[in-house]
């Protein structure tokens, strides 16, 4: 555009800074668009340079890690002992959400869940005997996202468990999640008396195998349309599961009653289900885990394929930069606390559930689910804001999930590590806010922002990654 | 006593938001001072300064917001802290209208206004360059209001601009008028014939107002920052403006406004005059333009005679009328300074100015009657002195350099460290004169009356032998309105003359009055 074709059309400015000159310029009858700029995350020069010259290279393997996140077809197949479902299961290993975090370093949910879950296999009398043997060293900690398996809050998976398998049909590849156990004291909020742990014992002994023989009843339930009408209803699969509970509750009540020989324990499980706005997630969690592990280790990728709290630490794993983690102070979330509770109560933001946001679920979907956002202090508009912000940090949007208030616009999906640092906006997720004392349960619910931390640290390790690899 | 501060970490508001908010936690109860900025190395060695520094804030980075309050009491630093809270959240749903039309980044823009053409960017200087090479590469004129920008970043701008036919205003452009529409810093003028190609922001502001004064309009005002006619950059953008304006049908005559060039720089500004076809008025504060002169300019010794040639061309009359209309006034204005020159106590003139331009400006006209004067940007590298120490004999304060305004609004905008200034200066006892400038426009003072009328009022009470000489930079249809300004200050007791070249004549000739009477 030469400067004359300049002085030949009306004039449109883009205002980058002071927003008075916006105001400025339309006073005096002028066109303006005010960009609600933010300075860029800083980050090393080298870094940067790496990854400008290698953009061709990033954008490539971004588009073949974004294209298997779409075309991941995640299904219901079954259940199983965690012990002989997840790989690499060991008796003498414990499970547990986010990053890998040694006992000193646990938050005070995760231990009481580690106490809760000693006790549960009997490997514990009493909680001081639980917590000689986690600090002995001679009981293993890994995170869930380690063995394919996600867990909300604690995340705490142990040997006798027992866990969905959800497989993604289009690439082969399986991931795991517990049972939920429902709201008030629960394990995975790090309560661990004995009603938490009759509970877990009745979850495995009636319920699981009831459910077990329904779901090979039905051979497969698929997932990914019962999200996708969940959207459409009202959830975001994160915070909000109650559409997707009715669905799943719907499709599998008639297999119970059918294939459930004790009508006792058949009321009973659908009843634990119906009584359980949360039962979904731990369904929506491995769905998404199941279609984001299959976008591993794209060389070069900067896509984000699992953002996940221990409740000390923020963690990050890309496409392209294998297993490493990327980690950073977890936040204590901005929540409305329940009545008797405040931010003093609450502990760091914690758990895998932000593999939902990883999808393009959570937060990034919100806009879907304005009664997640007045739940949480906001209004339907600040939810459709949020959702909107998330397009600027994704690679792609899925078709498959729809937002029916943005005109079914597909969900912003594939958070490109690259787009966070520059525009230094990060994730946004709901979440539910844990006590920072084992056992109390549930405190509040929230958003947050991500720290940027742990996407600064992605963003160079996948520079260092380049060079090494392949510089 | 009491420091208190709060980190939000990651939370970015441009700065004018913050010294709103800043302002309004100043004016609650207990407080003495306060600051909310980003964490900003500069910004902390101003909390430093200010004592507004705490341990907790080293940690804080760029994308940080940093809240410190000194209070009298921990309750009243608390209160203010979380008053910070709601007014963002205000802030925020007042955002909330715009929902949908918000844009993130300058591809959110362009989606959302197909057809843009110009970027204006105004954001910290060392963020503006990556910003204006985004919106080149996207096809669009840019214009930098930001400073701070490194002279190698402008160069790698200019000519990535250069060769693909776009313009870069700036780094450190305050004003342009592109169709009327105005830019930044700019006043509300007409529509006319004359197009401006300016290196300077006050003095496009000046000639643009004269002109508008005159009864004609502007075509087009294009700035380039002052450093675009450094032998650096090469007079890349000030050659292109000149080069557009001369095939723009609409322009008729050319204005060239800048502080003096680059020799070489120089050099092809004359080629491109020898080849206009179009009458090419040039102001060079303080710069020899014989050689534009050559190649068939007219040239102007003051902006307010720039602005008057260029009306008078545009009318199509005999530029000398403008020489002989200043002559007469220049007699007109020795008869006032006698009539103001008695009753004074002191003798020594001081200039306090908010644009860099009109403080150049006053000095050279000074210089014909008083000679250098001292001033913090001086004529001479003997009569340097720090802006920031008391005034000395005569001097001529440009208050618009970082000096005073690191960390602080400019002097267009807060007439505080002015009003201040004007104070300390009336209660020495020497002076005699305070000459001032107040430029109007979109993005100064809305108000500058309500501000500097109390204060000139005052100080003629306290000090009855002072004199306030000024003149006022700007239209009519500004959104402060020149006439009532004027109005105002005069009936404070300010003497206003049309032109800022026309208050300094006055001021030094007075002065001279003055020391003739004494001696």
């Given at each position: ?81 965690a ?18 975090v ?61 866990v ?68 459409h ?6 915070n ?7 669905l ?25 289900i119906?009584g ?42 890309l ?48 806009a ?27 690679a ?18 594939g958070i ?11 994730p ?44 | 006593m ?85 007014l ?37 200087g ?14 669009l ?38 169709h ?20 300077s ?29 450094k ?38 500004i ?18 020899d ?73 006053a ?27 008391p ?42 004169v305070?000459?001032l400038?107040?430029v109007?426009?979109?993005?100064s003072h ?74």
């Amino acid at each position: 555009m030469a400067i004359n074709e300049l002085f030949g059309q009306p004039l449109k400015v883009v205002n980058t800074g002071l927003a008075s000159f916006k105001e400025n310029i339309e006073t005096a009858g002028g066109e303006a668009i005010q960009v609600n700029w933010k300075p860029p995350v800083e980050v090393r020069k080298e870094s940067l340079a790496v990854i400008e010259r290698y953009r061709e290279e990033i954008d490539r393997a971004n588009g073949e890690a974004l294209a298997i996140i779409l075309g991941g077809t995640p299904v219901l197949t079954g259940m199983g002992i965690a012990l002989e479902t997840i790989p690499g299961m060991r008796r003498d290993l414990i499970l547990h959400s986010g990053p890998p975090v040694t006992w000193e370093r646990m938050c005070g949910p995760t231990r009481g869940a580690i106490i809760g879950a000693l006790i549960y296999e009997g490997m514990a009398g009493d909680p001081e005997e639980a917590v000689r043997i986690a600090e002995s060293g001679k009981i293993g900690f890994e995170p869930c996202h380690g063995h394919a398996a996600v867990g909300p809050m604690a995340g705490i998976i142990s040997a006798s468990m027992p866990v969905f398998i959800v497989r993604n049909e289009a690439y082969g590849n399986s991931a795991f999640c517990t049972m939920n156990e429902g709201l008030g004291k629960v394990l995975r909020y790090g309560a661990y008396s004995p009603e938490v742990i009759e509970r877990l014992r009745r979850m495995e002994k009636i319920l699981y195998p009831v459910l077990r023989k329904a779901i090979e009843k039905l051979g497969r339930l698929d997932l990914k349309t019962m999200i996708s009408q969940a959207l459409h209803m009202g959830d975001e699969l994160h915070n909000r599961n109650r559409a997707g509970n009715s669905l799943f509750y719907r499709t599998m009540a008639p297999a119970i009653v059918e294939t459930c020989t004790s009508q006792e324990d058949a009321i009973s499980l659908l009843n634990f289900i119906n009584g359980n706005d949360h039962f979904f997630l731990n369904l929506s969690m491995p769905a998404a885990k199941a279609c984001l592990d299959a976008a591993r280790d794209r060389a070069y990728s900067s896509i984000v394929i699992a953002m996940a709290r221990n409740g000390t630490d923020f963690g990050v794993q890309l496409s392209g930069t294998g297993n490493r983690w990327f980690t950073g102070e977890s936040p204590v979330p901005d929540a409305l606390f329940f009545p008797g509770f405040t931010k003093a109560d609450a502990n760091p933001d914690i758990g895998d559930s932000a593999i939902t946001e990883t999808l393009g679920l959570g937060g990034f979907a919100i806009a879907a689910a304005p009664a997640i956002a007045q739940f949480v202090g906001g209004t339907a508009q600040d939810a459709i804001r949020y959702t909107l912000e998330m397009y600027t940090i994704t690679a792609g949007e899925n078709k498959a999930f729809q937002i029916p208030s943005l005109n079914f616009r597909g969900t912003p999906t594939g958070i490109d590590v690259r787009k966070v640092v520059e525009n230094n906006i990060t994730p946004f997720i709901d979440t539910g806010v844990a006590h920072r004392e084992p056992g109390i349960g549930q405190v509040g619910a929230g958003v947050l922002s991500a720290p940027m931390e742990p996407f600064r640290k992605a963003f160079e390790g996948l520079a260092e990654e380049i060079v090494t690899r392949y510089g | 006593m009491i420091v208190k501060v709060s980190i939000k970490k990651g939370r970015y508001y441009d700065s004018v938001t913050l010294m709103i908010i800043s302002g309004e936690l100043n004016r609650m109860e207990g407080i003495i001072s306060s600051s909310v900025v980003m964490g900003t190395a500069g910004n902390k060695a101003i909390l430093a300064s200010a004592g507004l520094m705490t341990e907790e804030l080293t940690g804080a980075g760029d994308s940080d917001l940093i809240i410190s309050v000194h209070a009298l009491s921990e309750q009243a630093a608390v209160s203010a802290i979380n008053k910070t809270d709601e007014l963002f959240r205000e802030l925020r749903k007042q955002g909330d209208e715009d929902i949908g039309k918000k844009a993130r980044t300058l591809g959110d823009a362009l989606l959302q206004m197909p057809g843009a053409n110009l970027s204006l960017i105004s954001v910290a200087g060392k963020y503006a360059a990556a910003e204006a090479m985004k919106a080149l590469q996207k096809g669009l004129h840019v214009m930098i209001f930001s400073d701070n920008v490194p002279i190698e970043e402008e160069l790698a701008l200019k000519q990535h601009a250069h060769e693909r036919g776009l313009l870069v205003m700036g780094p450190d452009c305050g004003t342009a008028i592109i169709h009327g529409i105005p830019l930044g810093f700019a006043n509300a003028v007409g529509r006319g014939g004359i197009g401006i190609v300016a290196a300077s922001g006050t003095g496009l502001q000046e000639v643009a107002s004269v002109i508008s004064a005159g009864g004609t309009g502007i075509s087009q005002a294009i700035g380039t920052g002052g450093r675009d006619i450094k032998r650096e950059i090469g007079g890349i953008m000030f050659l292109d403006a000149m080069k557009a304006l001369a095939a723009h049908a609409e322009t008729k005559v050319i204005v060239l406004v800048s502080k003096p060039p680059h020799r070489e720089v120089v050099d092809r500004i004359a080629e491109e005059i020898r080849h206009s076809a179009k009458p090419v008025v040039t102001i060079l504060i303080g710069g020899d333009a014989e050689s534009l002169k050559d190649a068939g300019a007219i040239t102007a010794q003051t902006l307010e005679e720039a602005g008057m040639l260029a009306v008078a061309i545009s009318m199509d009359d005999d530029p000398a009328t403008v020489q002989r209309t200043l002559a007469q006034r220049s007699e007109w204005l020795d008869v006032l300074a006698g009539s103001h020159a008695g009753g004074r106590n002191g003798r020594f003139l001081r200039g306090l100015f908010s644009g860099g331009t009109l403080c150049d400006e006053a000095q050279l006209v000074l210089k014909k009657t008083l000679g250098f004067v001292y001033s913090n940007t001086p004529l001479h590298p003997d009569y340097q002195i720090q802006g920031t120490e008391p005034g000395r004999g005569d001097c001529i304060i440009d208050m618009g350099d970082d000096a005073f305004t690191v960390g602080r609004p400019h002097p267009m905008i807060d007439y505080s460290t002015r009003n201040r200034r004007i104070m300390e200066e009336t209660a020495d006892r020497e002076v005699a004169v305070i000459l001032l400038d107040i430029v109007l426009g979109y993005g100064s003072h809305p108000d500058p009356a309500s501000e500097l009328a109390p204060v000139i009022r005052k100080a003629c009470e306290d000090f009855p032998g002072i004199l306030f000489i000024g003149s006022v930079t700007g239209t009519d249809g500004d959104p402060q309105d020149r006439r009532r300004v004027i109005r105002e200050l005069e009936a404070a007791g300010m003497v206003i003359m049309p032109s800022n070249a026309a208050a300094a004549e006055l001021a030094g000739k007075i002065i001279l009055q003055i020391r003739s009477k004494k001696t």
